[in-house]
């Protein structure tokens, strides 16, 4: 708290030569805030291996274990003997794997009977799934961008063209500007304003966020913005 309590947030409410845009602001309390976060809790990389799937049998964990104990002591001894022993029990762990696997997702498909949703359960419980939040790279304007704040930003401005025609078929208008020119210039004008937000209003938001949930794109964990709601809200 005390190192983000001396951070230069007002910075971020001023048009100055670094903070020209909301984008901007963003970016710079973004960095700021993960500079000081990333010294006292740095995200680490975890491999999780999970041991409560259905068909995971306890001979099946037998076999594991002594697999494992056996690669431990080959270790430690350095003997031929003992790692021959290691290598017959990994093969015989492979081979028990697969097998146990197999008769598991041919006893759930065979268990499905006439239920069409039990059978595609068990059909997709075995199909390897990959989801990526945004693509890789995208062709805009004739131009490959691959930077993810560019590719949001093509986006943006693809649906944002795409979406003015479609209003104006809805609403009765053909899809050009010709009726504009007997609408008084008032009226064209388009009425917007935004809200002036007091410091209350921000921290009760703040402090309304779920601190469980994960970190998004912008790797701002919920706990520690949470914690910092008063601090963030009053600067």
Sequence with gaps: MDRLSSVTWPIV????????????????FTKSFLSITDKHAPFKKLRLKNRSSSWFTPELESVFQERDN?????????????????????NKCTS???????NYHIELI?????????????????KNKSFSSTPSSVTFN????????EICHAFNT????????????????PPNNDHLDHVPP??????????????????????????????????????????CAPLISDQ
Excluded at 96 to 102: D, F, G, P, Q, V
């Design 142 to 149: 004739d131009c490959l961008i691959d930077t993810p704040s």
């Design 110 to 126: 065979a268990n499905s009977g006439t239920d069409p949703s039990k059978f595609w359960k068990a059909v997709n419980i075995n």
């Design 13 to 28: 409410t001023y048009h100055t030569s670094e903070i020209l845009d909301e984008e901007s602001a963003l970016e710079y």
């Design 96 to 102: 028990s794997l697969r097998k146990t696997k197999n």
């Design 158 to 173: 693809h649906f944002s063209a795409a979406g003015n025609p479609l209003v104006m078929v809805n609403s009765g208008f």
């Design 70 to 90: 056996t690669w431990t002591l080959a270790r430690h001894s350095g003997e031929a003997a003992h790692w021959q022993i290691f290598r017959q029990l990994r």
């Design 186 to 227: 008032s009226d064209r004008t388009p009425q917007f304003s935004l809200k002036t937000l007091t410091s209350s209003v921000i921290k009760e938001a703040l402090q309304t966020i779920d601190s469980r949930r994960a970190a998004g794109e912008d790797k701002l964990d919920p706990y520690f913005v949470k914690l």
